[in-house]
Each structure stands twice: as C-alpha cells, then as structure tokens.
C-alpha cells in the first residue's frame, strides 16, 4: 500500500517554473513506477511523464518535452517533477500516480495523489 501526496503548485507567471514533490508513504516504494499526469478544466486527463522502476529511463509526454524534468529519490520515497518555461497551456491539476507495472502510459495505476494546482498567468 502507498499513499502519496503531491505538493509545490502554485501560480506562476509565463515563462516561469516550478517543481512538484509526490511523496509516497509505504514500503518498496522503489518497486513502483511513478507517472504524473494532469487534468485542466473540461478536458481529458492527460499523460505528462513516467519514471519506471526497473530503469529510470523517463517517458515525457510530448507537450512538455524539453521543459519538464521528472527525477527520483528513493530515499526519500519522492519523485519531483521539474517544470521550465511554463505556459497558459500547462494549468491544470497535476497528480501523481503509482504502480508496479513497469510500463508508464495509460491511466490505470494503483494509487494516485490528491493533486496539486498548477496555475500559469500570462
């Protein structure tokens, strides 16, 4: 069982960054592959990055190729998403989401966050 929590949101201005925490609570947190993805007003939940367990080799979304960084610290049982040159388009709740699959896309992960706001003034 885990239970994470994401943190760090905020409002930002255009062109301005900031990073995310998902901290997860619960064992073998190292066993898991962490996936944030993120939800703006009316549309669909969108994929943003996944980090796998078995390599750490990170998926990103294509929206954010080039400006978001995702990392993690097993021991600290957090995964940090680094986001650069934010945009109106990137506004939205972020989550995180784990599972032990090793694959990172699709939406059907074991346990997700509560969400964090992301909101970008222009």
């Known amino acids: 069982q885990l239970q994470l929590k994401e943190s760090g949101g905020g409002l930002v201005q255009h062109g301005g960054s900031l990073r995310l925490s998902c901290e997860a609570s619960g064992q073998n947190f190292m066993l898991y592959t962490v996936t944030w993805f993120r939800q703006a007003p009316g549309k669909e939940r969108e994929f943003v990055v996944g980090?796998?367990?078995?390599?750490?080799?990170?998926d990103y979304g294509d929206a954010v190729k080039g400006r978001f960084t995702i990392s993690r610290d097993n021991t600290k049982n957090t995964v940090y998403l680094q986001m650069n040159s934010l945009n109106a388009e990137d506004t939205a709740v972020y989550f995180c989401?784990?599972?032990?699959?090793?694959?990172?896309?699709?939406?059907?992960?074991?346990?997700w966050g509560q969400g964090t706001q992301v909101t970008v003034s222009s």
């Open positions: 980090i796998p367990w078995t390599n750490g080799v990170p």
């Open positions: 989401a784990a599972r032990t699959d090793s694959r990172t896309r699709g939406t059907i992960y074991d346990y």
